[in-house]
């Protein structure tokens, strides 16, 4: 069995040990020491990160009872190495393990809410609680609370015990599910929270600095509630103040002034859009006729083949059913999107046209293929898009194999 020092001492940042196994996990290398302060991912909280003799280890995982450290790179059994974590990332994992044991304990004497998932991740913290509702009101509650227990400098103590009769003396927030290899492991944040806990843990609930909210989602079982604390919180709080700072520069105004001024722009938009379609409208009226002018006349109907730039896909599919309603007509159209350098693509025709040949999802595959891109659709109506580079030989593809359709 692998030594835990981690257990020992959470602060140890850096050991020697001997490979004792390597074993091969989904095509990396899985390297067993006699010990290790890196701590496995586990009860919420990913595995460490760090190096072996300037090796990167890239995770550390629990499997069948045993400690990998995973790497690129294999190191002989009966090796001496050196262990050196990456600490940063470990003590932002530890700030957020015990800070997420503030919050649910406060979402618990609060609300009443139980935790009953928890997502210690890379970006983001969240703990699922069984709420029927959450308002922002209410989580300035919850912070207001955990941020009195982090002020109070709470110490965070760690109790070990063998027998399960051993925690009825702990008003445990929920009961361990199984016995660990060391035993029950109880971690206490001084006369608040009581919870049976493998992770790594601060020392006391002032290293975790600040506890905010920053989202919270409702879900089928309750909510999730997104928080941060401790270096999180403040790399979290320079972004926001750097976002706020360089709005209110942009805007040439205060940080208070932004929210009313962006609700005056907002507001001021939605008066722009509306003309903008008003004139969209009115545009489309001298548009349509003037496409059917310039058609081509064949067999008793118009074949319209139109190249467009930079035009909401919305307002073609529009012109291209008002040109099928007006005349019986086969319509192509193209847009180019400069901004992408992507090509859309719209083809329709009339239903009174009945050559099951000029179906127009098939004929669109065909052109989309010349434009490395792809689209179909129905006999009548078809979409897609594709590389514009290719666009002259389209087109002179479509509109021959129109025409043979028609007069074979």
């Given at each position: ?12 940042s ?11 996990i989904?095509?990396?290398?899985g ?17 460490d ?17 045993r ?8 190191i ?25 044991h ?38 300035a ?29 702990y ?10 290899e060391?035993?029950f ?103 349509v ?28 599919r ?10 019986k ?71 021959n ?8």
């Amino acid at each position: 069995m692998t030594s835990r020092l981690y257990y020992e001492n959470g602060y140890l940042s850096k050991c020697q040990a001997k490979v004792i196994e390597v074993k091969n996990i989904k095509g990396k290398f899985g390297i067993c020491l006699d010990k290790t302060c890196f701590y496995p991912e586990g009860g919420g909280q990913p595995g460490d990160i760090g190096t072996m003799n300037d090796i990167e280890i890239q995770d550390t995982q629990k499997i069948e009872g045993r400690i990998y450290h995973i790497t690129d790179k294999s190191i002989p059994i009966g090796s001496n190495v050196e262990l050196k974590l990456n600490w940063d990332h470990r003590y932002e994992l530890m700030q957020a393990h015990s800070g997420q044991h503030v919050i649910s304990e406060c979402f618990w004497e609060l609300m009443q809410a139980e935790t009953f998932s928890v997502h210690l991740g890379k970006k983001t913290l969240s703990i699922d609680v069984k709420l029927p509702y959450f308002s922002w009101q209410d989580a300035a509650r919850i912070e207001s609370r955990a941020n009195q227990i982090i002020f109070e400098n709470r110490p965070i103590l760690i109790h070990w015990h063998d027998h399960l009769e051993d925690l009825e003396q702990y008003p445990l927030r929920r009961s361990p599910k199984k016995k660990g290899e060391g035993g029950f492991r109880i971690v206490i944040v001084n006369d608040f929270d009581y919870s049976a806990c493998g992770g790594i843990h601060t020392r006391t609930t002032g290293e975790l600095g600040l506890m905010k909210i920053t989202k919270w989602t409702k879900m089928k079982e309750g909510i999730k509630v997104e928080y941060v604390c401790g270096n999180r919180a403040l790399k979290n709080y320079q972004q926001r103040s750097e976002i706020l700072r360089d709005s209110s520069a942009k805007f040439k105004c205060s940080e208070e002034e932004l929210v009313p001024l962006i609700e005056k722009v907002q507001t001021d938009l939605e008066k722009t859009q509306e003309q903008l379609s008003n004139l969209t409208k009115k545009m489309m009226e001298y548009e349509v006729p003037e496409l059917i002018a310039q058609a081509q006349q064949i067999s008793g109907f118009h074949l319209i083949i139109h190249q467009f730039s930079n035009r909401n896909i919305q307002e073609l599919r529009e012109i291209e059913s008002k040109l099928i309603k007006k005349v019986k007509s086969i319509v192509i159209f193209t847009n180019l999107i400069e901004d992408s350098n992507k090509l859309q693509l719209i083809f329709g025709r009339t239903p009174e046209i009945q050559n099951k040949d000029l179906h127009m999802g098939n004929l669109l595959k065909e052109t989309a293929k010349i434009l490395n891109g792809k689209g179909g659709g129905k006999p009548e109506f078809a979409q897609g898009g594709g590389n514009p580079t290719n666009l002259p030989q389209s087109l002179e593809f479509i509109e021959n194999k129109i025409k043979k359709i028609i007069f074979e």
